[in-house]
């Protein structure tokens, strides 16, 4: 990569944010294109959140990814809101065009990407259970109800968090959201009449945590899809898999929230194998 006058400039800002893989990701992608474009991490606390964004206007950065702690507080800064955005109240992709700031959240979409690439096409009327009732499970949810899920059911630890997310959801979309303990009676019956089982707790990261749902509800018509990425194969799956159940794991949703904020800025759709390829080599997988 050579660095010219005609460089142009996208990033990601958070506070931590050393331990990103979105530049390896990106610049991989870049190359392989021979695009003059090169992706940088910032580190930008919250108190300079908007001398930041003032800043990316001035200096005409073509885009920009956002994450913790900003996803929330960047909202009041841009101009426009995509309507996944709007819908999930939190930005993770800034699009400087024109003098304008548009936020957009494209994990809504990098999830369903991600899903339709290991061959499940489609969720119109069928129902899901989602784990788990966190900012990630609000995209997951979003994305569910606009893909046409007859029934989304959300089971967390916190059941009071899954009841407001479900009561949130449901109003804007008009899907029909359940909500739930993991303790709740009604979560196996959930689970057997789902065709996909979505973990998004965080607690699935470590390998040695018990599940949190009990291993005889996975039935043969389910595809369980765990959006944790570190480690790529969590015990979750591991257990779906020597069921014969359809496994999908987190690394496809990262790439492709990524692949579709590179295509946002960009107009073009990056190689997504090349950057699959990179963040797994970064993230010593
Ligand atoms: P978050 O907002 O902090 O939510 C964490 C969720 O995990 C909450 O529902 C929490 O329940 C639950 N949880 C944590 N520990 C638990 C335990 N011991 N038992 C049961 N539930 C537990 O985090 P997030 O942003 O949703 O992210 C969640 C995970 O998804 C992270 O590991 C992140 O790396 C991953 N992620 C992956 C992608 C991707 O592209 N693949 C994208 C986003 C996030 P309570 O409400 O009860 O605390």
Known sequence: M????????????????EHSCSPQMHN?????????????????KAKDLKAAVDGFKALNIVGINVTIPHKQSVIPLVD????????????????????EIEGHNTDARG?????????????????????GAGGSARAIVVSLALEGVKKISIANRTASKAIQLASDISQKTGTEIH???LDD???????????????????????????????DWLHRQLVVYDIIYN????RLLKVAKEKGLKTIGGI??????????????????????????????????
């Open 2 to 17: 050579q660095i010219t006058g005609k460089t142009k400039i996208v990033g990601v800002i958070g506070d931590p944010i």
């Open 28 to 44: 991989a992608a870049f190359e392989q294109l021979n695009m003059n474009y090169v992706y940088v991490a910032f580190h930008v």
């Open 80 to 99: 426009r809101l995509s309507r996944e955005a709007e819908l999930i109240g939190a930005i993770n992709t800034l699009v400087f065009k024109e003098g």
């Open 111 to 131: 999830f369903i990407a991600a899903m339709k690439e290991e061959g499940v096409n489609t969720l119109c009327g069928k129902s899901v259970v989602v784990l």
């Open 179 to 181: 909500s739930m303990g």
């Open 185 to 215: 009676k009604s979560l196996p019956e959930a689970v057997s009449e789902s065709s996909l089982l979505v973990n998004t707790a965080s607690a699935s990261m470590n390998l040695e945590h018990p599940l949190l749902i009990n291993e």
């Open 231 to 234: 480690p790529p194969e969590t």
């Open 252 to 285: 496809g949703m990262l790439v492709h929230q990524g692949a579709i904020a590179f295509d946002l800025w960009t107009g073009q759709y990056p190689p997504v194998d090349t950057m699959r390829r990179a963040l797994i080599n970064a993230l010593g997988l």
